[in-house]
Antibody, heavy 119, light 111 residues
Framework: EVQLVESGGGLVKPGGSLRLSCAAS????????MNWVRQAPGKGLEWVSS????????YYADSVKGRFTISRDNAKNSLYLQMNSLRAEDTAVYYC????????????WGQGTLVTVSS | NFMLTQPHSVSESPGKTVTISCTGS????????VQWYQQRPGSAPTTVIY?????PSGVPDRFSGSIDSSSNSASLTISGLKTEDEADYYC??????????FGGGTKLTVL
């Protein structure tokens, strides 16, 4: 069964840092681009970042560029999101999602991990 | 920046047909594939339509997708509405900078 499991969320103060992880199983992780998508409480979905299968291509939403860093470890079947200089507006559930075709079809998604930025 | 605009909410009765629109802000929405996701409260999104009009296995054929280049929009149509279809629906594509783009989401109420 294809599965993505996020971890690392929690409560952090403004200006703080947090590292999210996404453990993948049930498929050949190293063959797929991966993405982070977030959803603020009661709001819609917002694409955050993507990374190609070999980490050669990395893209960020303007709202997080310069503060967040996406990375992956294909040997560990894991995706990461290092989040620095966190702001209240970064409060959201963060989902990792596989790009099934390389054309930004996100499937499947993990269950999400909640990040709360508050003093 | 490329944006996708959806109606905030739609409602319809069980057994009826509803169509949710997704309008592109610039360029041609037909340039890149559009996906549609269903999200129920407290759950992660799941795909109901991919590559404009393809249904993943397990998604009933009551769900269909289309592209209208003349209006630069994509549409999700759900026929034979069931109460279980009540959820939020998001269209999604990507732009020329390889940034993912989501519509704002449409809350479907089946009453």
């Amino acid at each position: 069964e294809v599965q993505l499991v996020e971890s690392g969320g929690g409560l952090v103060k403004p200006g703080g840092s947090l590292r999210l992880s996404c453990a993948a199983s049930g498929f050949t992780f190293s063959s797929y681009s991966m993405n982070w998508v977030r959803q603020a409480p009661g709001k819609g979905l917002e694409w955050v970042s993507s990374i190609s299968s070999s980490s050669s291509y990395i893209y960020y939403a303007d709202s997080v560029k310069g503060r967040f860093t996406i990375s992956r470890d294909n040997a560990k079947n894991s995706l990461y999101l290092q989040m620095n200089s966190l702001r209240a507006e970064d409060t959201a559930v963060y989902y990792c999602a596989r790009d099934l075709t390389g054309l930004y079809w996100f499937d499947p998604w993990g269950q999400g991990t909640l990040v709360t930025v508050s003093s | 920046n490329f944006m996708l605009t959806q109606p905030h909410s739609v409602s319809e009765s069980p057994g009826k047909t509803v169509t949710i629109s997704c309008t592109g802000s610039s360029g041609s929405i037909a340039s890149n594939y559009v996906q549609w996701y269903q999200q129920r409260p407290g759950s992660a999104p799941t795909t109901v339509i991919y590559e404009d009009n393809q249904r993943p296995s397990g998604v009933p054929d009551r769900f269909s997708g289309s592209i209208d280049s003349s209006s630069n929009s994509a549409s999700l149509t759900i026929s034979g509405l069931k109460t279980e279809d009540e959820a939020d629906y998001y269209c999604q594509s990507y732009d020329s900078s390889n940034h993912g783009v989501f519509g704002g989401g449409t809350k479907l109420t089946v009453l």
